[in-house]
Nanobody, 113 residues
Framework: QVQLVESGGGLVQPGGSLRLSCAGS????????MAWYRQTPGQRRELVAV???????RYGDSVKGRFTVSRDDAKNIIYLQMNNLKPEDTAVYYC???????WGQGTQVIVSL
């Protein structure tokens, strides 16, 4: 059974940084493409970043140049480094098995003064 647990969310001022983590069990991130999504109330989930099993990455247009996805194979953790945060980045961030159906429970990010 795949389990994904996100952490690292919180309140940060505009221009600040946060690093989200997604720890996985029942799945090997080294052999599976993993993604970060985000969602605000009343909106569809938005793809933020993908770390492919090959190690290549892809980013949504709204976060390019500010967010970086990385992977720790030894710990089986996916990270999302978020820099220069903006109020519009406020959302619940989710980790997902990109080609599968497993989601984490989400972690809230609030960007506000």
């Amino acid at each position: 059974q795949v389990q994904l647990v996100e952490s690292g969310g919180g309140l940060v001022q505009p221009g600040g940084s946060l690093r989200l983590s997604c720890a996985g069990s029942g799945i090997d991130f080294n052999f599976n493409s993993m993604a970060w999504y985000r969602q605000t109330p009343g909106q569809r989930r938005e793809l933020v970043a993908v770390m492919f099993d090959s190690g290549s990455t892809r980013y949504g247009d709204s976060v390019k140049g500010r967010f970086t996805v990385s992977r720790d194979d030894a710990k089986n953790i996916i990270y999302l480094q978020m820099n220069n945060l903006k109020p519009e980045d406020t959302a619940v961030y989710y980790c997902k098995d990109f080609m599968g159906v497993s989601w984490g429970q989400g972690t809230q990010v609030i960007v506000s003064l």
